[in-house]
């Protein structure tokens, strides 16, 4: 069963750092790509990163774009995400999620809340 | 990059309603397209992939279709379980969300 555990939320202060991890079981990660998206409390999701086999494809969205950086351990079964120079507007609940056999983004995390907050 | 919008934000239906919601993309995407539903407080899970294909599991209500920028999702006969936020989603580049449809009862 695919499982994809994240950890690391909690309350930064604006301007703050904060390291997200994402550990995946039940599949082969190293052979698939790895993708962030979060929504913000009562709003829509939003895709922020994406992650490719080997980590050298990394797109970004706009928004993040400059201060967040994705990158995976394929020793270690687990997922990242580096948010640096964080700000309000990126509270909200970061999901990990990968994809199935149809190329969508079948599995999904239980999240984790980030606050940006002073 | 592209854009995806949804229509409407909020829909108000009763059981037993056939309702539609639109996605349309700023440009071709064509048939990479997946509908997602999401429940409060929990994650998001496939609905349709590739824009008219049912993902395994999913009740036959929900279906599909549309192509290049124009797409819908359609539920047949509302159910008390289908009253959820709903999105649409490219993947012929990075994946972005349509901004949600938020279907409640009337």
């Known amino acids: 069963e695919v499982q994809l555990v994240e950890s690391g939320g909690g309350l930064v202060q604006p301007g703050g750092s904060q390291r997200l991890s994402c550990v995946a079981s039940g599949f082969i990660f190293s052979s698939y790509w790895m993708f962030w998206v979060r929504q913000a409390p009562g709003k829509g999701l939003e895709w922020v990163s994406r992650?490719?086999?080997?980590?050298?494809?990394?797109p970004y969205a706009d928004s993040v774009k400059g201060r967040f950086t994705i990158s995976r351990d394929n020793a270690k079964n687990t997922l990242y995400l580096q948010m640096n120079s964080l700000r309000a507007e990126d509270t909200g609940v970061y999901y990990c999620?990968?994809?199935?056999?149809?190329?969508?983004?079948?599995?999904w995390g239980q999240g984790t809340l980030v606050t940006v907050s002073s | 990059d592209i854009q995806m919008t949804q229509s409407p934000s909020t829909l108000s239906a009763s059981v037993g309603d056939r309702v539609t919601i639109t996605c349309r993309a700023s440009?071709?995407?064509?048939?990479?397209l997946a509908w997602y539903q999401q429940k409060p407080g929990k994650a998001p899970k496939v609905l349709i992939y590739k824009a008219s294909n049912l993902e395994n599991g999913v009740p036959s209500r929900f279906s599909g279709s549309g192509s290049g920028t124009d797409f819908t999702l359609t539920i047949s006969t509302l159910q008390p379980d289908d009253f959820a936020a709903y999105y649409c989603?490219?993947?012929?580049?990075?994946?972005?969300f349509g901004q949600g449809t938020k279907l409640q009862i009337k």
């Open positions: 989603q490219e993947y012929s580049t990075y994946y972005t």
């Open positions: 999620a990968t994809v199935g056999r149809t190329g969508i983004l079948a599995y």
């Open positions: 440009q071709s995407i064509g048939n990479w």
């Open positions: 992650i490719n086999l080997d980590g050298r494809d990394t």
